[in-house]
């Protein structure tokens, strides 16, 4: 296979209505359900969710590591097991990959036979931060210090494509950061990069696509900026003591509403609108504020929404708001 074949439309990923279902004595469990996604090449994409949303069975059927029940996957048009082959693919999974009798380096090297093209092993070492560890055993290592090993794996191939599964797990501070200064260095080079994470900071910093899905189906896919806006920009607080419910939520362009005692706190598609429309209803709220959200936010609105948990927390907190979305 040549280096840069593609799939008809150029996509390096693709999922066409593609459904996973595992049976368990409580029944069945839908990890992914119709689940239609469509990656192009030099993108480096973000694919969240909360736990159980899917996320590490998409990965898994990605890499051909699992077989979907129903759809079509494609990688560079063609199986995972053909890309893999063809050293298309760098991964780094939750688990797995790591053996227990070698070095750093052996396993470095291992590894980087089984790729037709790859990066020298001292340079994916020194890539990954284990150049000082390169002679200790894989399985004496600390959990930060095995990723690191994974990171280094996933890179050797110089793959076009690299999947990442919660990649900064465990990882210290300065060790993340350096793993995302190479990571912009491989998306700088074209490569395609998809990760799956529960740090929306670094979704938010590091991705210029992010796929949201809840129970093994898409909610949202978009820019960071477009996500955030399409879950509602603004919170609007304000205090109104003895408001009813009821006109808070005839408010318009409303996506979340949360009260603390005299407190109220609306998620607000159009934090102008929804204020207007209160002041046109004659209320008179105290100490108002208006504040953009976050990514975490929105991705807490969007999840909160799809389980049906948007609604009216009396007395409720943003910890009530977080537990709902999970
Ligand atoms: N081998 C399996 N057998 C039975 N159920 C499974 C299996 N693997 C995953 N599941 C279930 O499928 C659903 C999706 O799991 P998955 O690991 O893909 O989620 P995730 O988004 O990666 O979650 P997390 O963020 O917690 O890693 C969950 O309900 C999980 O319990």
Do not use: C
């Given at each position: 296979m040549p280096r840069d074949t593609r799939s008809p439309d150029g996509a390096v990923v693709e999922f066409a209505n593609v459904s996973k279902t595992f049976h368990s004595p409580k029944g069945p469990v839908h990890a992914v359900n119709g689940l239609t996604?469509?990656?192009?090449?030099?993108?480096?994409?973000?694919?969240?969710?909360?736990n159980g949303a899917g996320k590490s069975t998409s990965l898994n059927m990605l890499l051909g590591l699992s077989r979907p029940d129903s759809g079509r996957l494609a990688l560079f048009g063609g199986t995972a097991a053909e890309a893999i082959k063809h050293g298309m693919v760098g991964a780094m999974l939750q688990s797995g990959g790591l053996m227990s009798d070698v070095t750093v380096r052996e396993q470095v090297e291992l590894w980087a036979k089984l790729h037709p093209r790859p990066i020298g092993v001292a340079d994916a070492l020194k890539r990954a931060n284990i150049a000082d560890l390169a002679d200790r055993r894989v399985d004496k290592l600390s959990g930060g210090q095995q990723q690191r090993v994974q990171f280094a794996m996933a890179i050797i191939g110089d793959?076009?494509?690299?999947?990442?599964?919660?990649?900064?797990?465990?990882?210290?501070?300065?060790?993340?950061?350096?793993?995302?200064?190479?990571?912009r260095e491989r998306a700088y080079e074209g490569k395609t990069v998809l990760?799956?994470?529960?740090?929306?900071?670094?979704?938010?910093?590091?991705?210029?696509?992010?796929?949201?899905?809840?129970?093994?189906?898409?909610?949202?896919?978009?820019?960071?900026?477009?996500?955030?806006?399409?879950?509602?920009?603004?919170?609007?607080?304000?205090?109104?003591?003895?408001?009813?419910?009821?006109?808070?939520?005839?408010?318009?362009?409303?996506?979340?509403?949360?009260?603390?005692?005299?407190?109220?706190?609306?998620?607000?598609?159009?934090?102008?609108?929804?204020?207007?429309?209160?002041?046109?209803?004659?209320?008179?709220?105290?100490?108002?504020?208006?504040?953009?959200?976050?990514?975490?936010?929105?991705?807490?609105?969007?999840?909160a929404e799809d389980n049906n948990a948007v609604g009216t927390i009396a007395g409720g907190t943003d910890t009530a708001t977080l537990e709902a979305a999970r």
């Open positions: 996604m469509s990656l192009q090449p030099g993108q480096t994409i973000a694919f969240l969710g909360p793959s076009p494509l690299i999947v990442l599964d919660e990649p900064t797990t465990g990882m210290d501070v300065e060790n993340r950061q350096a793993f995302w200064a190479t990571m990760f799956a994470t529960h740090y929306l900071e670094e979704a938010d910093q590091f991705a210029e696509r992010v796929i949201v899905i809840n129970k093994g189906r898409l909610l949202a896919d978009g820019s960071a900026a477009e996500i955030k806006a399409s879950a509602g920009a603004k919170r609007l607080s304000f205090r109104l003591p003895g408001v009813q419910d009821a006109v808070l939520h005839r408010l318009p362009n409303l996506v979340h509403v949360e009260r603390q005692a005299d407190i109220v706190r609306l998620q607000t598609s159009d934090s102008d609108a929804t204020l207007y429309a209160l002041l046109d209803a004659g209320y008179r709220p105290a100490d108002i504020e208006i504040q953009a959200l976050g990514l975490e936010q929105a991705f807490l609105a969007i999840t």
